[in-house]
C-alpha cells in the first residue's frame, strides 16, 4: 500500500504541472502575437492552462 506522500510524489503529477506551464507560457506569448483574435485566443489557452494547474495541484493534495 503506497503512502499518501509517496502518491503526491508521483511522476504523472508532475508531467501534468509541466504540461499546465507550456500551456500557460504559450497562452503569454499569444498575447503578442499579431492577429485579429489573438487576445480571445490567449485569454482561452490561459484558461485552460489554470485548470489543468488546478486539477494537478488538487490531486497532488488529495
Known sequence: ????TQKANGEGHYILLTIAVIIGIVGVYLRFADFKYASAAANIILIIGVVVTLKAVFAILK
Do not use: L
Not at 500500500?1 to 499518501?4: G, K, Q
Open 1 to 4: 500500500m503506497e503512502s499518501s
